[in-house]
């Protein structure tokens, strides 16, 4: 690592950005914070350690505006983390045994294919029809309300197939823990395409659900002494003050901006799979 | 008049939800809050003290053993530790309140994830 004067503010601004994009796009962040601090020189068993802190300080503090707002559904989180956590642990169990580089080109195609289905869906989140007053949202009870600002009005949604997103989520979770990535961008299109959720309520929830999916793997690293107060530090501080300003932007911005905007950071995504596939 | 007496149970529902929301919204709030506190509060010393390779090396574990010296590295580590409890008392408190509401579905659900990340902790981090 080198330490030069500007370091700590370097990370700190790269922290601010990911923090605001984190809470806007559901994401842990990961996807800015590991390359920023690789290219810094740190080495990059810190940097994911570091990233891991930045995506529970992102969907803490995303979350808790979130969860106040309406925005994310609880029901849904907590039911989805189930299949999160458990394919986690499955795919760190099943780490060594599967050939990570074809993972990474599966991955990539998956995400490129979810990256597809939602640029297609743009604009449609809008003239989706809503349940009705008193729809009761199945057994899960997992239909929910939020008060959309960029439209001015309440807007009721009603998940649709859940058993098709918790399949998708025990899928994401066991990538997650087989190659050792954030898995937000695996679970906003799962809500979004498979349960045909809101884009807000997808991202929103997404931040409540990452930091619990994060939690095993930062209890390993503090565990394992992998965490730097110094790097971690400014990471955190960034990150939570991005999120703060991330989560006053979602309730305003409209759906279609958040879609495009998702499927850029896909891109980006993919192209870093493809990339870890290619060369290994 | 059975119509109306659904009617008023899903407002009540309604409500004991927006309660739910509010309390597990104040417990991440008030986790975020503190560790930002403390990570602002020692951001200083971490940026402008002692910029030795051993100090910038320093692991949270390591910085909470200086915590009885006053080391604004350990109150940074404090502030970490609180950050990372903070979903942990998010689960807590959600199986609190569902327990609270005889919610047993979701109470069995949020009691799965703490098991689940209880043993994927002891078992990825058993082996280190």
């Given amino acids: 690592m080198n330490f030069s004067p500007g370091f ?209 793997s930062a209890l390993v690293y503090l565990q394992r002494g992998q965490v730097l107060v110094s790097l971690v530090a400014p990471i955190a501080l960034g990150v939570t003050a991005g999120a703060a300003v991330g989560t006053r932007i979602l309730p305003k911005a409209a759906a279609t901006t958040i879609r495009a905007w998702f499927v850029v950071v896909l891109a980006v995504v993919v192209g870093q799979m493809l990339y870890r596939g290619v060369t290994g | 008049m059975s119509a109306t007496r659904t009617v008023e149970e899903r407002r009540l529902r309604r409500e004991e939800s927006r309660q739910l929301e509010a309390r597990i919204a104040t417990v991440l709030r008030a986790g975020v809050l503190s560790a930002a506190v403390l990570l602002t509060v020692s951001m200083p010393w971490i940026v402008f003290q002692d910029r030795s390779h051993r100090a910038h090396h320093l692991s949270v574990g390591e910085a909470l053993r200086r915590l009885p010296e006053l080391d604004p590295r350990a109150l940074a580590a404090v502030g970490v530790v609180i950050l990372v409890a903070t979903p942990i008392l998010q689960l807590l408190t959600s199986a609190f309140l569902f327990w609270r509401k005889h919610d047993r579905l979701y109470l069995a659900l949020t009691l799965s994830v703490c098991v689940i990340i209880a043993a994927g902790a002891l078992l990825t981090g058993g082996g280190h």
């Fill in chain 1, 8 to 216: 700590e503010l370097a990370i700190l601004l790269g922290a601010v950005a990911a923090g605001v994009l984190g809470a806007l796009m559901g994401l842990g962040g990961g996807v800015l914070i590991i390359p920023m601090l690789t290219a810094l020189g740190v080495d990059i068993r810190h940097a994911i350690a570091a990233s891991i802190v930045a995506v529970i300080a992102t969907s803490c503090g995303a979350a808790s505006s979130y969860v106040r707002d309406g925005l994310a559904n609880i029901r849904i989180g907590i039911f989805l983390c189930v299949a999160t956590t458990t394919g986690a642990l499955f795919g760190a169990g099943l780490n060594g045994v599967l050939p990570v580089r074809m993972l990474f080109l599966v991955f990539a195609a998956v995400l490129a294919w979810s990256g597809v289905v939602m640029y297609r869906k743009r604009g449609r989140s809008v003239t989706r029809t809503e349940p009705a007053e008193d729809a009761p949202g199945g057994r899960l009870r997992l239909a929910g309300r939020f008060y959309d600002l960029s439209l001015g009005r309440e807007r009721r949604y009603a998940p649709q197939r859940p058993a098709l997103g918790f399949s998708l989520m025990l899928g994401a979770g066991t990538v997650s823990g087989l190659l050792g990535i954030g898995s937000g961008a695996l679970k906003v299109p799962a809500m979004d395409v498979a349960m045909d959720l809101p884009i807000k309520v997808s991202t929103a929830t997404s931040n409540f659900m990452i930091g619990i999916t994060g939690l095993a």
